[in-house]
């Protein structure tokens, strides 16, 4: 795998005491990049738990379980890779994972993304600039975001905000975790006009850099989700030059499609 070069392995330890108490898990091969790592983050304040393969990291973040604040998770790893390790903690566990890469393929990035990472790196990398992801990461899973309703009714559509669950009659749909904060999100204010900004700050998180069209790609894939679940593709609309709305859907037609389902 490629290593990262070593004048990007420098020492910053700013605002060591900010994050003290919060735990962040390093799954990384690379015994150099792997201690440079657990170091600088250990001197920022974290409590920092290392691995060095995927089988290895996995369970430490299912010994860890809530108490797990952020998984730094490079792809490449003898083993299990970073993928096959990212897609079973999002099947236990919605902790924010930082991924690491030498490649910088759009394919790659679009796979991370999809299979539920919350943000990507490619190396080599500023230390001061993967420092500045993993604050920003830990800083949004440790303030409590505004209490969404316990559920929200949308015509036919159930959305369990708290139990992460959307549903059309008694079948759950099945989103990943930016799909369905893309959901909630849009489906709380219909009408509203979102720029892709606006649900990159709201998803992804303020600091974080992802392009905008990933947004797009995830609309593409709620939408797809949602057609097939009966709700068709028209309650998330396209504003073009500026984004997306939410438009309640009908009760009728999922209630039609669940009814031939049922036949």
Known sequence: MGRTRPEALRTYADGADEHEGATVLVVEDDPTLLSTLTYNLTREGYRVLSAADGESGLA??????????????????????????????????????????????????????????????????????????????????????????????????????????????????????????????????PGRVFGRQDLLDAIWGEEIIVDERTVDVHISWLRAKLNEAGIGTDVIRTVYGAGYRFVVPEQGRASAVGDQRRQ
């Not at 970073?82 to 902790?95: K, N, T, Y």
């Not at 490619?122 to 303030?143: I, M, N």
């Open 60 to 189: 430490l973040a299912r010994r860890e379980g809530t108490r797990l604040d952020l998984v730094v998770l490079d792809v490449m790893l003898p083993g299990i890779n970073g993928f096959q390790v990212l897609r079973q903690i999002r099947v236990e566990s919605d902790v924010p994972v930082l991924m690491l890469s030498a490649r910088g393929e759009e394919q790659d990035r679009v796979d991370g993304l999809e299979l539920g990472a919350d943000d990507y790196v490619v190396k080599p990398f500023a230390l001061r600039e993967l420092l500045a992801r993993v604050r920003a990461a830990v800083r949004r899973r440790a303030v409590p975001s505004a209490r969404p309703p316990a559920v929200l009714y949308r015509g036919a559509l159930r959305i369990e905000p708290e139990r992460r669950r959307a549903l059309v009659g008694d079948r759950e749909m099945t989103l990943r975790p930016k799909e369905f904060g893309l959901l909630v999100t849009l489906a709380m204010e």
